[in-house]
């Protein structure tokens, strides 16, 4: 099995998988899961803030809430009115149980963790305005978790584009991607843990 993929090889190992099952939806049901599974094993009981921007990304992120509300976790989620999301993450969007609050009155809890969705690896324009200056307001916070990849880190080169979030840890989705391992994106990572979304194995080897 390969260790790093590029972000096309990932889209196409997606495809694969996404024909298997019959649908796209599932997949992001399982990524969420299992990435609220690791983050009850390296938060306890620590008030959750999870922050959302456009994007399948912030579908993750609305699964991950539901999951950790579930589990008596204590959680804010701030995203994008709602108009803005369509596909997997609107219908995830629409299963939430828990308030959602606008991203542009972003705020943190004193001891809170900080669960970043914003962007993933499909990023390839430099972010500005209201999610940059969400990004650089979180920089200067609590610990941060980013889901796949720290938003604003390219995730072929590990350039940076624009600002990107400073982790903690990184939760890589099925295996590291190119930019987890060049600088900047290397450093701004933090430590990486592999989650396993339920890709089939078969799927890694092109």
């Known amino acids: 099995m390969k260790k790093v993929f590029s972000v096309e090889e990932i889209k196409k190992i997606e495809a694969r998988e996404f024909r298997k099952r019959g649908d796209s939806l599932s997949l992001m049901v399982d990524a969420g899961i299992n ?7 390296l ?8 922050v959302c921007g456009p994007g399948n990304n912030a579908g993750d ?9 579930t589990k008596n976790y204590k959680v804010d989620l701030f995203c994008l009115k709602n108009k803005s999301y369509k596909g997997d993450a609107l219908k995830a969007l629409k299963k939430l149980k828990i308030k959602t609050q606008n991203i542009s009155k972003f705020k943190a809890r004193k001891n809170s963790v900080i669960i970043d969705c914003i962007f993933g690896t499909g990023l390839n324009r430099k972010i500005s305005g209201t999610l940059k200056s969400v990004i650089l307001r979180l920089n200067k916070l609590n610990k941060i978790i980013s889901i796949d990849i720290p938003s604003g880190i390219n995730g072929d080169t590990g350039k940076i584009l624009g600002c990107a979030v400073k982790a903690h840890a990184t939760l890589a989705l099925h295996a590291k991607k190119i930019g987890h391992t060049l600088n900047p994106g290397k450093k701004y990572s933090g430590k990486i ?13 092109s």
């Open 35 to 41: 990435c609220a599974k690791k983050i009850i094993k």
């Open 43 to 50: 938060v306890k009981k620590k008030p959750i803030i999870i």
């Open 61 to 69: 992120g609305f699964i991950i809430g539901n999951y950790l509300n």
């Open 193 to 205: 843990m592999i989650v396993d979304i339920g890709v089939s194995k078969k799927f890694n080897y």
